[in-house]
């Protein structure tokens, strides 16, 4: 299936479309589709945007993105380990308008409510883990009664929204491929120092235009979206880079100053650089 950028088309006349992604990195274009991605992580790690907000994916991970929401997977390109995911790419109304409005079928409803935010899921993992690792080798039918059951457990399992709003319309090609841009160069250079004549001139817009237009549709400021991601790079380098001072990973996220990123920090976190690390040691 080829993803173009906000648009996946339905080959034939599947009502549905299994797909096994086994790459370096994943798709890492901003875009949006009509399907529902229903999705398990086999390998990687990386970035995950998902309309307004910056998350983190890992080995393990169940999500689902709901239809024409925008989102982008930032693989994080490791050499010994590849990106793998099953997905499951389907709509509300792929199997006739009124499937889901059947009586039987009710307990289905807040897998669509959650939908529209994206979600993931955390509970159940080992069931939905079986479950989609049947599908490579099933028949169309089969991978038809695995989604059933696939919906029925996320119907009902613990869940973590992906995203806090939602741009309520859909992207235009032009419209998709600036924000795709913006996103784009974001990922690619917040480490550095980025500026809003930067970013301004990317989106082929004036910087009070911009400035304007992003916050339409994210529901927050650019700034704000870049310290996210930031934030983000500097969490799992907590975790991970122990040689590294806390100065070095705030200067290696992009933030030149000590004193705001502990403030940054703790303002999103809810616990400074020293705790978090400290914490995520203990639990884990």
């Known amino acids: 299936m080829k993803v173009l950028p906000f648009k996946i088309p339905k080959p034939n006349d599947d009502a549905f479309i299994f797909q096994y992604d086994k790459e370096v990195a994943f798709y890492d274009k901003l875009h949006q589709h009509e399907e529902i991605q229903l999705s398990l992580i086999l390998e990687g790690t990386g970035t995950l945007l998902v309309g307004d907000t910056v998350n983190y994916y890992t080995k393990g991970d169940v999500l689902v993105i709901g239809s024409n929401l925008p989102h982008v997977f930032k693989s994080d390109v490791i050499t010994s380990v590849s990106s793998q995911m099953l997905t499951l790419f389907f709509t509300k109304h792929s199997f006739g308008p009124d499937f889901f409005k059947l009586e039987e079928l009710k307990e289905f409803q807040p897998f669509f409510e959650?939908?529209?935010?994206?979600?993931?899921v955390t509970s159940n993992h080992r069931a939905l883990k079986t479950l989609f690792l049947q599908l490579e080798d099933a028949?169309?039918?089969?991978q038809f009664l695995i989604l059933l059951q696939l919906l029925k457990i996320t119907s009902n399992a613990e869940y973590q929204s992906l995203s806090s709003f939602v741009y309520d319309k859909k992207y235009s090609d032009n419209e998709g491929t600036r924000m795709r841009n913006v996103f784009e160069y974001t990922m690619n250079n917040f480490d550095k120092e980025v500026t809003l004549n930067a970013v301004s001139e990317v989106a082929n817009m004036t910087k009070n235009a911009f400035c304007k237009y992003f916050k339409k549709r994210t529901n927050k400021t650019y700034i704000q979206f870049l310290n996210e991601l930031r934030l983000e790079h500097a969490s799992r380098l907590l975790l991970v880079a122990n040689d590294s001072t806390i100065a070095e990973i705030a200067e290696a996220s992009g933030f030149n100053n000590i004193s705001n990123f502990n403030r940054q920090f703790k303002a999103v976190k809810h616990l400074s650089p020293k705790e978090f690390k400290?914490?995520?040691?203990?639990?884990?």
């Open 114 to 120: 959650r939908s529209l935010h994206g979600f993931k």
């Open 139 to 142: 028949s169309k039918l089969n």
């Open 278 to 284: 400290n914490k995520k040691r203990l639990t884990n």
